[in-house]
């Protein structure tokens, strides 16, 4: 009998069990949090209330891992938007013109994702989970992890043994001390902390609004020497509208009526604030914090056999880029794509957490650039050479191209939506259209909007 533990029973540790199940006769997951049997809120998911999107690289990775799981979203409710033809996007440089593309997102309510995920990962009987419990810490030595220590509400320790462990406990996880108390190198970490800060709402979605509104993003400015704000709006299931408000240190969104409409309002464009002023709100606003980019390289370290780790865990990043459901469940297949290669067997450790790690890299390096050119960053990363005058007009260029040829446009949102390595975007025929530069002026407001039919009356 061959038995592995995930630590962590959200969404991240929902798909890492779902690739356990292969290769392991059971599959034990072990949570701190109970869970409902509905989709609803819960007290281990905080940014639960927030913006999510399933970017088009993680639904594809979500599909292969549980099959179902995206139909299953869909039929509860959740839209998929194509990027940019059924999202309206205003980014730093202006607003991207409709046309169809292969890349998209996936946006519904963080409470419908989990609940579908973990209703159907829990479908296959090798797997249980085990809620109100505590990972006090793992079993073995610095050659080799052989279980974890966990403690339920009687708060009497027990061992569970395992031939593999995940770690999928999230931003909090106290992964590093772990090793540590079983000998391990210390593991290094960077971070990246704009400051930045959430506001959401929740609304009713006016009575004859569209079932194909776009979505709409209004991208934060960086390196304008000023804090980043930005917003979005996305249809949900249940004929709702989640509307976020985001900002970095010195420009954080207020959580009063007032202010969140006024701080909306103030934004490079007032679309989104004139949207839900004809909606009928259902919450209050909402603030979160916890949006500080923490990457711990479990991969650099002489690790022991039988454990890895994924999702927040090894890397959190900042919320407003919307990578962190989609890079998880990256991870998880590359996990999976590891246990089908090697097994169950000594080597699949170093080998899974090399994989794992290298799906955050462009993910990482995407939220932390840009973070790094908003004011009063905080960071312990090793400052890089400032980038060329030629590489800065060359990425200018790119962005304004981006705004009126297709082609360049697509190649960014399938980088962005993970869909597409940034390796293999610069291709001869784009660098030939970025070196010809924009072939049309940026659109108006007004243009942009009228694009989009599927607004109706609403503007």
């Not at 509307?243 to 202010?259: I, K, L, S, Y």
Request: proline residues 8%.
């Amino acid at each position: 009998m061959t038995g592995s533990v995930v630590l962590g029973g959200g969404l991240a540790g929902m798909l890492a069990a779902a690739a356990l199940a292969r290769h392991c006769d059971t599959v034990t997951v072990v949570d701190g949090d109970t869970f409902p049997a509905e989709p609803a809120p819960r007290r281990g998911l905080p940014q639960g209330k927030h913006s999510h999107m399933f970017m088009a690289g993680g639904v594809e990775a979500l599909n292969a891992l549980v099959p179902g799981a995206v139909d299953a979203l869909v039929a509860g409710g959740a839209n998929r938007r194509g990027m940019p033809w059924a999202m309206l996007t205003l980014s730093a440089g202006g607003w991207f013109p409709r046309h169809e593309g292969p890349s998209y997102i996936v946006v519904c309510s963080r409470d419908l994702i989990d609940h579908v995920v973990r209703d159907r990962v829990l479908r296959d009987p090798k797997i249980s989970l085990v809620p109100a419990t505590r990972v006090v810490g793992l079993t073995g030595d610095s050659a080799r992890v052989t279980g974890a220590r966990v403690s339920g509400a009687d708060d009497v320790e027990r061992a569970l043994p395992a031939d593999f462990v995940v770690d999928a406990t999230g931003r909090r996880s106290k992964a590093p001390e772990w090793l540590a108390e079983l000998g391990v190198d210390t593991v290094d970490e960077e971070f990246v902390d704009s400051g930045l800060a959430y506001a959401t709402r929740l609304f009713t979605a006016p009575k004859g609004t569209s079932p194909e509104l776009p979505a709409v993003l209004v991208q934060p400015r960086a390196g304008t020497g000023e804090p980043g704000r930005g917003g979005t709006l996305f249809p949900i299931e249940g004929d709702r509208w989640i509307v976020t408000m985001t900002g970095t240190r010195g420009g954080e969104p207020p959580t009063d009526d007032a202010g969140f409409v006024e701080f909306a309002r103030s934004l490079p464009s007032p679309l989104i604030a004139e949207l839900f002023a004809k909606a009928e709100p259902i919450t209050d606003v909402a603030p979160y914090r916890g949006t500080v980019n923490r990457r711990r390289h479990f991969e650099r370290i002489d690790g022991p056999e039988g454990f890895v780790v994924l999702g927040d865990a090894l890397a959190a990043l900042n919320p407003v880029y919307a990578h962190g459901m989609s890079v998880a469940a990256q991870e998880a297949l590359a996990l999976r794509d590891e246990l089908d290669s090697i097994g169950v067997k000594p080597g699949l450790a170093a080998a899974a957490q090399a994989a794992i790690a290298a799906r955050v890299e462009t993910p990482w390096a995407m939220a932390g650039d840009q973070d790094l050119a908003f004011p009063d960053v905080r960071t312990n990363r090793r400052p890089s050479p400032p980038p060329s005058q030629q590489e800065l007009d060359f990425l200018a260029r790119m962005a304004q191209t981006a705004l009126s040829e297709p082609e360049v446009a697509n190649a960014l949102f399938g980088v962005y939506t993970l869909i597409t390595p940034q390796a293999e975007m610069m291709t001869p025929r784009l660098l030939e259209l970025i070196e010809r530069g924009p072939t049309a002026a940026p659109l108006t407001a007004e243009a942009a909007v009228a694009n989009f039919p599927e607004f109706g009356d609403l503007l």
